[in-house]
C-alpha cells in the first residue's frame, strides 16, 4: 500500500519568510496529492492540492510541486504570518473508486513575530 | 465542510463499554470515511464505504465496527475490543472519483 513520509516534523521561520514541507511517496499510482491544514482541536481544511498532470500549481503565497519521477512533493508558503501558524499534512491517493487518503505524519509550522 | 455533522463532540467512555460516533452528511457524496487521529499524529484510516450497505476495512480496523444503511449516515461503533480508544475521531466524505474530500468537525472520546 501507499506510504508518505513527510519533513520536517516542526519547523520554525520569522515572520515574512517562507516555508517548505517536503513529502514522498512509495506508491507511482498516486495521482492525487492534496494539502491540509489544521489548527488545534480544530479539522483538516484543503489548502490546496496538485493532481499527477501538473507540475507545479500556485494559490497566492501558497504553492505546491511535484516531481513524479523522484515520487515527491513540496508545499511552499511565502511571505508567512503568524495565522500560518499549525499542523500541515500531505496526502497521497489514486483516484480510483474510493479514494483511500494516505497521510504524512504532519509538520507543526510556527510564524515567530 | 458544513455538510458533514459529527455528534458528540465530546464523548468520555467507561472500560467495557460499546460507544457510537455519528456522522451524517448532506452533500450527496457516495464515499464516507472515518479517520483516527491521536496527538501529534496523523490521520489513519479506520474504514470507508463506496455505496450503501458495502464498506471495507481501513489500516486500523481492529475493535471498531460501521453500518452504511442509508446514503447520508455512516456511524462508527468503538467496541470494548479497542483497547486504547482515546483520540479524536474524524469522519469525511467525498464523491466517488472525485477529488476533494471534506472532514466534519470531529468527535473527541476518552475512556474513563
Known amino acids: 500500500g501507499e506510504n508518505v513520509e513527510q519533513h520536517p516534523s516542526t519547523l520554525s521561520v520569522q515572520e515574512g519568510d517562507s516555508a517548505v514541507i517536503k513529502c514522498t511517496y512509495s506508491?507511482?499510482?498516486?495521482?492525487?496529492f492534496p494539502w491540509y491544514k489544521q489548527e488545534l482541536g480544530k479539522r483538516p481544511q484543503l489548502i490546496i492540492d496538485i493532481r499527477s498532470n501538473v507540475g507545479e500549481k500556485k494559490d497566492q503565497r501558497i504553492a505546491v510541486t511535484l516531481n513524479k519521477t523522484a515520487k515527491h512533493f513540496s508545499l511552499h508558503i511565502t511571505e508567512t504570518q503568524p495565522e500560518d501558524s499549525a499542523v500541515y499534512f500531505c496526502?497521497?491517493?489514486?483516484?480510483?473508486?474510493?479514494?483511500?487518503?494516505?497521510f504524512g505524519q504532519g509538520t507543526r509550522l510556527t510564524i515567530n513575530p | 465542510d458544513g455538510g458533514i455533522t459529527q455528534s458528540p463532540k465530546y464523548l468520555f467512555r467507561k472500560e467495557g463499554q460499546n460507544v457510537t460516533l455519528s456522522c451524517e452528511q448532506n452533500l450527496n457524496h457516495d464515499a464516507m470515511y472515518w479517520y483516527r487521529q491521536d496527538p501529534g499524529q496523523g490521520l489513519r484510516l479506520i474504514y470507508y464505504?463506496?455505496?450503501?450497505?458495502?464498506?471495507q476495512k481501513g489500516d486500523i480496523a481492529e475493535g471498531y465496527s460501521v453500518s452504511r444503511e442509508k446514503k447520508e449516515s455512516f456511524p462508527l461503533t468503538v467496541t470494548s475490543a479497542q483497547k486504547n480508544p482515546t483520540a479524536f475521531y474524524l469522519c469525511?466524505?467525498?464523491?466517488?472519483?472525485?477529488?476533494?474530500?471534506?472532514f466534519g468537525e470531529g468527535s473527541w472520546l476518552t475512556v474513563v
Open positions: 496526502a497521497a491517493t489514486a483516484i480510483q473508486g474510493a479514494q483511500k487518503l494516505v
Open positions: 506508491d507511482s499510482a498516486s495521482n492525487y
Open positions: 464505504s463506496q455505496i450503501v450497505n458495502d464498506f
Open positions: 469525511a466524505s467525498t464523491e466517488i472519483l472525485g477529488n476533494t474530500i471534506y
